[in-house]
């Protein structure tokens, strides 16, 4: 089968993202529990009371995989289209089998394929948040968290699923203002994660080259590590677009519908918690990302042989 380059980014990406979400996504709940749990009355301490508390609803530890469905295939799309873009930057900065690209132009081809993500990551996180602060506000009226557990349940629109949150939120607020809330929010954090992100994954990879070597040699310990360093860059570079983010987009369901704006939602989250508020929630996401994202690279790596015809993945 004579696929093309881009088709094996493509197919390659797509794997890659279906078996890292399969691993993360608890992870990611955890985290999007912490950055929209209430400032003046926290639901949770720190990570490991929000895992506890979590796991101690009714629906045990499935709560961590509530709204999987939506990042999963998101997560497939996201990733293909990321390595597809990747690929299709590199070219365009003049790459080819004789020309290879400086890591500063790797990294601008990354931050270039960062423009893609939100067309797909937008919605699909949108859901995902959704689900995941339905089901927390559930749980802490059910097993009374807090005192205003009830109260802060009554604020949630109940979705019976990910295809109902599409349908309510199309129906309710509209594709732009809907679906796609929190696009800007999405690109600010897209384009400079991932021009670290590929940065720092290439720049790993060309130190580990052995002398006399190429990139094809390397296996999958340097991919592991280079994914790891790479996860942690991406989630540091602009974190707090991430917080901004996954404020606005569970808006409609906590203050009945106020349209507040990236720069509005910044704004007032310094204000009442500083950089520390901003960057709630960092410690478990890049305890998730390095891992994860390792596994990412492992992944792509390893389909991009298979589909070269390559069988052999040495450490």
């Known amino acids: 089968m004579n696929l093309s380059d881009s088709t094996k980014d493509f197919i390659s990406g797509t794997t890659a993202g279906f078996v ?11 985290k999007v529990l912490l950055q929209t749990q209430s400032t003046h009355n926290p639901t949770y301490r720190n990570a490991w009371h929000c895992l506890q508390s979590t796991v101690q609803s009714d629906a045990g530890f499935i709560s961590l995989y509530r709204g999987i469905s939506s ?67 559930t749980a802490a009226a059910e097993v009374a968290l807090d005192g205003g557990g009830a109260a802060a349940a009554a604020r949630f629109q109940q979705y019976k699923g990910p295809v109902d949150v599409i349908v309510q939120t199309l129906k309710n607020e509209g594709l732009f203002r809907g679906l796609y809330k929190g696009n800007m929010s999405t690109l600010a ?13 290439e720049m790993v ?17 340097t991919h592991l ?10 989630w540091t570079a ?3 677009a991430d917080t901004v983010k996954s404020m606005i987009q569970t808006t409609s369901t906590t ?16 204000k009442q918690q500083g950089i520390k508020g901003l960057y709630r929630g960092w410690g478990v996401t890049v305890a998730r990302a390095a891992p994860g994202h390792g596994l990412i690279f492992v992944v792509y790596e390893y389909t991009q042989k298979l589909l070269k015809g390559h069988h052999h993945y040495d450490l």
């Open 238 to 240: 602009f974190y707090p």
């Open 225 to 234: 590590l280079g994914g790891a360093m790479a996860g942690a860059g991406y």
């Open 189 to 201: 954090r897209e384009v400079p994660g991932n021009f670290v992100w590929y940065g720092t994954y």
């Open 205 to 221: 990879c060309h130190n580990m080259i052995p002398e006399g070597g190429t990139k094809a040699d390397l296996g999958p310990a």
């Open 255 to 270: 203050t009945g519908g106020k349209q507040p704006g990236m720069l509005e939602t910044f704004a007032s989250i310094y």
């Open 71 to 137: 990042p999963l295939l998101g997560s497939m799309a996201e990733n293909a289209i990321l390595f597809w873009g990747y690929s299709h930057c590199k070219t365009a900065l003049g790459e080819t089998p004789e020309h290879q690209l400086s890591l500063g132009q790797l990294a601008l081809a990354g931050g270039g394929a960062g423009f893609l993500a939100p067309l797909v990551n937008t919605p699909v996180e949108l859901v995902k948040c959704r689900l995941q602060v339905q089901s927390a506000a």
């Open 20 to 30: 890292v979400k399969a691993l993360d996504h608890p992870f990611d709940t955890i």
